[in-house]
Nanobody
Framework: QVQLVESGGGSVQTGGSLRLSCAVF????????MGWFRQVPGKEREGVSS????????YYADSVKGRFTISQDNAKNTVYLQMNSLKPEDTAMYYC????????????????????WGQGTQVTVSS
């Protein structure tokens, strides 16, 4: 059974930084994709970034390119999302998720393709 646990959310001012962590418990395939998604009330969950667990190729939504960095520490079974230059529009509940298979680009960010999800961590950016 795979369990994902997010942490690191909080409240910051515009321009601030946060690092989200997603700890993975249980076995996940080295041929898979870890993704970060976010959701605000009344809107659909949207993909933010993803990383291939086997090769480390990373992908980003246009809205966060140059500001967010995804990384993984295989020894700690943890995936990180470093978020810099935060904006009020980044305010959302952030979720990490895992899907099997090597395809990890934004073309594969359909939430229905990800069977494993964390509980979410809230990020609030004030102006």
């Amino acid at each position: 059974q795979v369990q994902l646990v997010e942490s690191g959310g909080g409240s910051v001012q515009t321009g601030g930084s946060l690092r989200l962590s997603c700890a993975v418990f249980g076995y996940i395939s080295s041929s898979g994709c870890m993704g970060w998604f976010r959701q605000v009330p009344g809107k659909e969950r949207e993909g933010v970034s993803s990383i291939a667990t086997g090769g480390g190729s990373a992908y980003y939504a246009d809205s966060v390119k140059g500001r967010f960095t995804i990384s993984q520490d295989n020894a700690k079974n943890t995936v990180y999302l470093q978020m810099n230059s935060l904006k009020p529009e980044d305010t959302a509940m952030y979720y990490c998720a895992f899907r099997y298979g090597p395809y990890c680009s934004s073309d594969y960010w359909n939430t229905k393709r990800f069977p494993h999800w964390g509980q979410g961590t809230q990020v609030t950016v004030s102006s």
